[in-house]
């Protein structure tokens, strides 16, 4: 037994530091992989298009009566999720009120030359203020037609309790970032670990920085290990996607519902694959820029075509210098990482773990055209400036027209600013903001760079 133990220990020391052929660069350290459980890719689309992830919400005569229920993004739907926004599904509460409950597509899609990409990251609402004074006035709508001993009210309650409970702490300095960490801070604080239950009041302190992060795409996750930009989150990826019930959730036996259909909907995340490029391409400049990446950022970023690989990759802060503030949080604050790992979700069957990193990870690069802005935090506009980092703005303003893309340098147009002047201006000298690190494109020529960005058209 000593002797497989041993051989174990070994194969999973060498699996972190790489063989001999393709060694870890100096600064990094692979995660390995997870077992994860196996889903129904159709069944999974079906939840995210119908599904109550999030099982209360606003009563459905009130929604439309707000706003008509006649959006052209509804996905195509049917029944009563015709003419709901996408970010919205129509579900039956516990006690069979109709509801308009938030889905994961709020932050999981986001328009792109003027159509609709699901698993997108949304990287254009606006968190600067607090969202929680919107359900102030849902809550006088709600009482009014329906009275506070209503069904609805029942429906209803638990989405309100919810944001009021985590909108206070979580509006960020600029739009576009998500502050999506202090969303799970916050309600973490408000529910018991072993059975998930709320607590009207905070059981830790609630961090007032809120880290900024840009969300990354969902047709990435196939080739993760970890979820999250540091490599936090390990184990089952079903069982860490669904905390996101939490919101308005009743206790485990609930949460246990929803973990069982994350399942079939992470296995239809990992047959997502990226838009295609829309615009020419240079081949033979591409060509060339290939040969370049390979010299200069597979090791990190891994490879694609025909010899993909993906080497999972964190890079230690001192080697990839970029805002170090998200990967601190979880450091500064571990009643957080503390909570959820003997909570129930890091029970086995499935578990999941939260184990912060002194680093990032370097992620896939499949579809990067269309993921701007960049670095964690959103602080880069393109990746021309991502390559350069002496030209990176240090405040820049974006349209937030989804249209204005800027095709050479690969991201979103913007104009530098001297200074900001209102919450479109994003200002790296924030803390959390910055736009620092990551210098290691600065070492090619302009006609490198060029080379290279033509490849990354083609990803």
Not at 18 to 32: K, Q, S, V, Y
Not at 127 to 153: C, I, M
Not at 283 to 310: P, R, V
Not at 421 to 450: A, V
Request: glycine share 8%; proline share 8%; with cysteine.
């Amino acid at each position: 037994m000593a002797k497989i133990q041993l051989a174990a220990l070994l194969l999973l020391v060498l699996f972190c530091l790489g063989n001999a052929d393709h060694p870890a660069p100096p600064g990094t350290f692979a995660i390995p992989p997870s077992p994860q459980r196996a889903g129904d890719p159709t069944a999974g689309y079906d939840y995210l298009l119908y599904g109550d992830m999030v099982g209360r919400g606003i009563p459905l005569a009130v929604y439309k009566k707000v706003s008509g229920g006649d959006s052209p993004d509804d996905l195509g739907r049917t029944g009563d999720s015709q003419g709901i926004s996408f970010q919205f599904n129509v579900v039956e509460a516990p006690n069979g009120v109709k509801v308009v409950a938030p889905t994961c597509l709020n932050c999981h899609a986001e328009k792109l030359n003027g159509a609709l990409v699901i698993g997108l990251g949304n990287n254009s609402t606006d968190h600067t203020y607090d969202h929680a004074g919107n359900f102030r006035a849902a809550d006088f709508a709600v009482q009014l037609r329906f009275g506070k001993q209503s069904p609805e009210w029942e429906a209803y309650y638990p989405l309100s309790r919810g944001y009021k409970a985590v909108g206070p702490y979580i509006q960020t300095k600029v739009r576009g970032p998500n502050p999506a960490d202090k969303i799970f801070a916050a309600l973490a604080a408000h529910r018991k670990a072993d059975d998930l239950s709320w607590l009207p009041e905070a059981q830790f302190e609630v961090p007032v920085e809120v880290v900024p992060t840009d969300v990354p795409a969902w047709w990435l996750l196939k080739k993760k290990h970890a979820l999250y930009y540091n490599g936090l989150g390990t184990g089952d990826f079903a069982r860490l996607s669904s905390a996101s019930g939490m919101l308005v959730m009743a206790d485990s036996a609930e949460a246990r519902r929803i973990d069982e259909r994350m399942v079939d909907l992470i296995a239809w995340i990992r047959t997502i694959e990226p838009p295609a490029y829309p615009f020419p391409v240079d081949a033979t400049l591409a060509a060339q820029g290939k040969l370049l990446f390979e010299k200069t950022c597979k090791k990190c970023h891994g490879s694609y075509g025909d010899d993909a690989s993906y080497p999972n990759l964190v890079v230690k802060l001192d080697i990839v210098g970029t805002d170090s503030l998200l990967a601190q949080a979880y450091r500064q604050y571990p009643e957080y990482t503390e909570w959820y790992n003997r909570s129930w979700y890091a029970q086995e069957p499935y578990g999941a773990t939260l184990q912060p990193t002194w680093g990032y990870i370097a992620p896939p690069l499949d579809g990067v055209w269309a993921t701007a802005p960049y670095l964690h935090n959103g602080s880069v506009p393109t990746i021309d400036d991502l390559l350069n980092s002496p030209q990176r703005p240090v405040y820049w303003k974006r349209s937030f027209d989804n249209s204005d893309y800027n095709p050479e340098k690969l991201g979103w147009r913007y104009s530098a600013e001297t200074g900001k002047t209102d919450s479109k201006t994003y200002d790296t000298t924030l803390p959390g903001y910055g736009n620092g690190g990551h210098t290691f494109g600065d070492k090619l020529t302009t006609e490198e760079r060029k080379a290279v960005l033509e490849y990354l058209k083609t990803l």
